[in-house]
């Protein structure tokens, strides 16, 4: 997969972001997908993910509720749509596939640069 993020931005507390990811390779639809996040000074979190074909959903505690993972196999993208955000989702968003036994484990070491998501207080 070869993947680029875009959709960040800046936004007030409670706003909404959509992100999107989009692979321009050929085998999107063969892996189980996510969404990742780095804050400043922070490791690397697992945010979300779903199966290849949008059956399976797995969520980080933290953003249960808010956040809905999707994907649109004939586009070669993957979607976060954020609700409520709060300053602690300030982050770069990264996705990438990940491990079918395991969706809180990326797949790959290969990451894309990201966009930024800055949640005002």
């Known amino acids: 997969v070869q993947l680029g993020e875009s959709g960040g931005g800046l936004v007030q507390t409670g706003g909404s972001l959509q992100l999107s990811c989009v692979d321009s390779?050929?085998?999107?639809?063969?892996?189980?997908m996510g969404w990742f996040r780095q804050a400043l000074g922070k490791e690397r979190e697992f945010v979300a993910a779903?199966?290849?074909?949008?059956?399976?959903?797995a969520y980080a505690d933290s953003v249960k509720g808010r956040f809905t993972i999707s994907r649109d196999n004939a586009k070669n993208t993957l979607y976060l749509q954020m609700n409520n955000l709060q300053p602690d989702d300030t982050a770069v968003y990264y996705c990438?596939?990940?491990?079918?036994?395991?969706?809180?484990?990326?797949?790959?070491?290969?990451w894309g640069r990201g966009t930024q998501v800055t949640v005002s207080s």
């Open positions: 779903l199966s290849w074909d949008g059956g399976s959903r």
């Open positions: 990438n596939a990940v491990q079918s036994g395991d969706y809180s484990v990326p797949a790959s070491g290969d």
């Open positions: 390779g050929s085998r999107f639809g063969n892996y189980a």
